[in-house]
């Protein structure tokens, strides 16, 4: 315990400071910062190397997060949420309170509600949304385990948190796409 509470308090200094860091989650390994510091989420897209129009996802920790995020959220996310047995993101409209590019420029943002401990317990710190994309070069493929991570992205992040993840799937998450007028589009299983 004493070892994720010093990643937790490392992890965060360093996003505060409008840093970016690469750390587990409960699907893939992340690189991530301040989802409302647009500095921040700017050096994410040029690490890699991603056009900006191609959207990155915020996590969150609850339901609080996301009301602070969506005004409007259609009922059917709740019931999503509640039956899927794997990570679930979910693309709704019109987001607030998160940097302007971070959003898609259909006025849609990504969200996964986090169960994982460590960036559940750093968005607790955090009080704020945490970004989350692969750690890899857009583009490439999508790393399953730390070892496959490019050199490339370990020295491009301000900090790599230091814990092993055995529950990691290793699988990206399914990605729903909901719209306020209830349209329901499935993007990724």
Request: negative net charge; proline residues 8%.
């Given at each position: 315990m004493q070892e994720i509470n010093q990643e937790i308090h490392n992890a965060?200094?360093?996003?505060?400071?409008?840093?970016?860091?690469?750390?587990?989650?409960e699907t893939v390994w992340g690189?991530?910062?301040?989802a409302t510091n647009a500095e921040a989420v700017a050096k994410i897209y040029a690490l890699k190397k991603r056009e900006e129009t191609k959207s990155m996802?915020?996590?969150v920790n609850?339901?609080?997060?996301i009301y602070n995020i969506f005004k409007e959220i259609?009922?059917?996310?709740?019931?999503i949420l509640d039956l899927s047995e794997k990570p679930t993101t979910l693309i709704l409209d019109n987001p607030r309170n998160v940097?302007?590019?971070l959003i898609s420029p259909d006025k849609t943002l990504g969200i996964r509600i986090i169960k994982e401990p460590f960036a559940y317990k750093l968005l607790e710190r955090m009080k704020k949304p945490l970004v989350s994309t692969s750690a890899n070069i857009s583009g490439m493929p999508t790393p399953v385990s730390f070892k496959e991570i490019s050199e490339e992205i370990l020295k491009g992040v301000d900090y790599v948190v230091n814990l092993p993840n055995e529950k990691m799937t290793?699988?990206?998450s399914a990605i729903i796409k909901l719209t306020n007028d209830c349209q329901v589009k499935i993007i990724r299983k």
């Open positions: 965060f200094e360093v996003i505060q400071k409008g840093g970016i860091i690469l750390y587990p989650t690189i991530g910062c301040d996802i915020a996590l609850g339901e609080r997060m259609p009922s059917v996310a709740w019931d940097a302007e590019n290793g699988k990206p």
